[in-house]
């Protein structure tokens, strides 16, 4: 097997995308540049004073699938734009790498890219290299977990760091894949953060809207004694002091796969169908019909919405929804504004809840499958 798997964007899809949503209204920009000199494009969408969301993806050169739920998510953005938040999105940092795993698709070469190329000629695992708890850390195989000589030594993640540092934002999520968990900090340390309780409760948010069961945990706890040291998660929070999530996009592609494909480290990572894949993490409506009940009972059903801030207390159980209006002139739910039009039913949109975040309506427990560190 041969080629770019079906339904998957090679680098010029991915940048022919990028220049579609500049054709439709977002602004689009380079942060800065690769190793090779390619552009690290951010693709800004949003009033410009208002208070911001980083979207992240594609730190990681072979989890494909993280840049196409960006891009999804950004085509729903830029469709109807938010009005009181920003969104900053990076949806395609390791552009070399992404290249490379491509040529490797089309050679039929079975190989997991994990770094960039190293702006000193040594792979770096582009997510130890931001920072927070930053540590140089051994290279292995693949550049994995190698966090390169010094904190934001490689032009991709200092074109992230110029972009975020001082833009005004107060939540972030990072794409990776696989293993439909929701990460929060800390990666690089075993404590709570302190506001562990706001971060825990803004990826229950998220979860309860996933097409799939995700579950959520601290980083650090994902495998006890494997800490990742420099991630960008840690950055997004402890610098920038974002309620910061990162998102281990689906279950990978190994179930149902043929013997030959699984021995493609690609199809480990990325799932079959991405498009469907993704805009069903971008698009999907909540999966507790418990939740939806309460809504809809709850006498404001044109609101669907979130509960107030203030944390899972009684207000949030009996539904009482913070109502905001949507661009239409309806009201719909959170922050990214409702872009189903279908603000009358229980729809609600993940790329609005990772726009704005909020407390919990459901918990999702069962574990996804166990994958790689982040
Ligand atoms: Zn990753």
Same mark, same amino acid.
């Given at each position: 097997?041969?080629?770019?798997?079906?339904?998957?964007?090679?680098?010029?899809?991915?940048?022919?995308?990028?220049?579609?949503?500049?054709?439709?209204?977002?602004?689009?920009?380079?942060?800065?540049?690769?190793?090779?000199?390619?552009?690290?494009?951010?693709?800004?969408?949003?009033?410009?004073?208002?208070?911001?969301?980083?979207?992240?993806?594609?730190?990681?050169?072979?989890?494909?699938?993280?840049?196409?739920?960006?891009?999804?998510?950004?085509?729903?953005?830029?469709?109807?734009?938010?009005?009181?938040?920003?969104?900053?999105?990076?949806?395609?940092?390791?552009?070399?790498?992404?290249?490379?795993?491509?040529?490797?698709?089309?050679?039929?070469?079975?190989?997991?890219?994990?770094?960039?190329?190293?702006?000193?000629?040594?792979?770096?695992? !582009?997510?130890?290299?931001?920072?927070?708890?930053?540590?140089?850390?051994?290279?292995?195989?693949?550049?994995?977990?190698?966090?390169? @000589?010094?904190?934001?030594?490689?032009?991709?993640?200092?074109?992230?760091?110029?972009?975020?540092?001082?833009?005004?934002?107060?939540?972030?999520?990072?794409?990776?894949?696989?293993?439909?968990?929701?990460?929060?900090?800390?990666?690089?340390?075993?404590?709570?953060?302190?506001?562990?309780?706001? !971060?825990?409760?803004?990826?229950?948010?998220?979860?309860? &809207?996933?097409?799939?069961?995700?579950?959520?945990?601290?980083?650090?706890?994902?495998?006890?004694?494997?800490?990742?040291?420099?991630?960008?998660?840690?950055?997004?929070?402890?610098?920038?002091?974002?309620?910061?999530?990162?998102?281990?996009?689906?279950?990978?592609?190994?179930?149902?796969?043929?013997?030959?494909?699984?021995?493609? @480290?690609?199809?480990?990572?990325?799932?079959?169908?991405?498009?469907?894949?993704?805009?069903?993490?971008?698009?999907?409506?909540?999966?507790?019909? &418990?939740?939806?009940?309460?809504?809809?009972?709850?006498?404001?059903?044109?609101?669907?919405?979130?509960?107030?801030?203030?944390?899972?207390?009684?207000?949030?159980?009996?539904?009482?929804?913070?109502?905001?209006?949507?661009?239409?002139?309806?009201?719909?739910?959170?922050?990214?504004?409702?872009?189903?039009?279908?603000?009358?039913?229980?729809?609600?949109?993940?790329?609005?809840?990772?726009?704005?975040?909020?407390?919990?309506?459901?918990?999702?427990?069962?574990?996804?499958?166990?994958?790689?560190?982040?």
């Amino acid at each position: 097997m041969t080629g770019v798997p079906a339904g998957y964007r090679g680098a010029a899809a991915v940048t022919a995308a990028l220049a579609e949503l500049a054709g439709q209204g977002a602004r689009v920009a380079p942060a800065g540049r690769t190793v090779r000199g390619a552009d690290v494009v951010a693709v800004e969408v949003g009033p410009a004073d208002a208070p911001a969301t980083a979207i992240l993806a594609g730190l990681h050169p072979i989890e494909w699938i993280g840049v196409e739920v960006a891009l999804a998510l950004l085509a729903r953005l830029v469709a109807a734009p938010p009005r009181d938040r920003r969104i900053v999105a990076l949806p395609w940092i390791n552009v070399d790498g992404y290249v490379d795993v491509e040529a490797d698709l089309i050679a039929g070469r079975r190989r997991w890219r994990r770094g960039n190329l190293g702006a000193d000629g040594r792979g770096v695992d !582009l997510n130890r290299n931001f920072p927070v708890d930053f540590r140089v850390g051994r290279r292995l195989p693949t550049g994995w977990n190698y966090g390169g @000589p010094a904190p934001l030594s490689e032009p991709e993640t200092a074109a992230v760091a110029a972009r975020l540092r001082g833009a005004g934002v107060d939540r972030a999520v990072s794409l990776h894949s696989f293993g439909n968990k929701i990460l929060t900090p800390w990666g690089g340390r075993w404590r709570r953060p302190e506001r562990h309780a706001a !971060l825990t409760a803004a990826a229950h948010a998220v979860a309860a &809207r996933m097409p799939e069961p995700y579950d959520v945990v601290q980083s650090s706890r994902w495998v006890p004694g494997a800490f990742g040291h420099g991630m960008e998660l840690d950055w997004l929070h402890g610098e920038l002091g974002a309620l910061a999530l990162l998102v281990e996009c689906t279950g990978g592609g190994a179930r149902g796969a043929t013997p030959r494909a699984l021995l493609s @480290p690609f199809t480990w990572f990325n799932p079959p169908a991405p498009a469907a894949r993704a805009d069903a993490i971008a698009r999907s409506r909540a999966r507790s019909s &418990r939740s939806c009940a309460a809504r809809a009972g709850s006498g404001v059903a044109r609101a669907v919405g979130r509960p107030r801030a203030a944390g899972p207390g009684p207000a949030a159980r009996v539904g009482i929804l913070r109502r905001l209006r949507h661009p239409r002139g309806d009201e719909s739910a959170g922050v990214g504004g409702g872009v189903s039009g279908d603000a009358v039913s229980c729809s609600y949109e993940p790329a609005a809840e990772l726009a704005g975040g909020g407390p919990p309506h459901a918990r999702v427990t069962r574990a996804g499958v166990t994958s790689h560190p982040p």
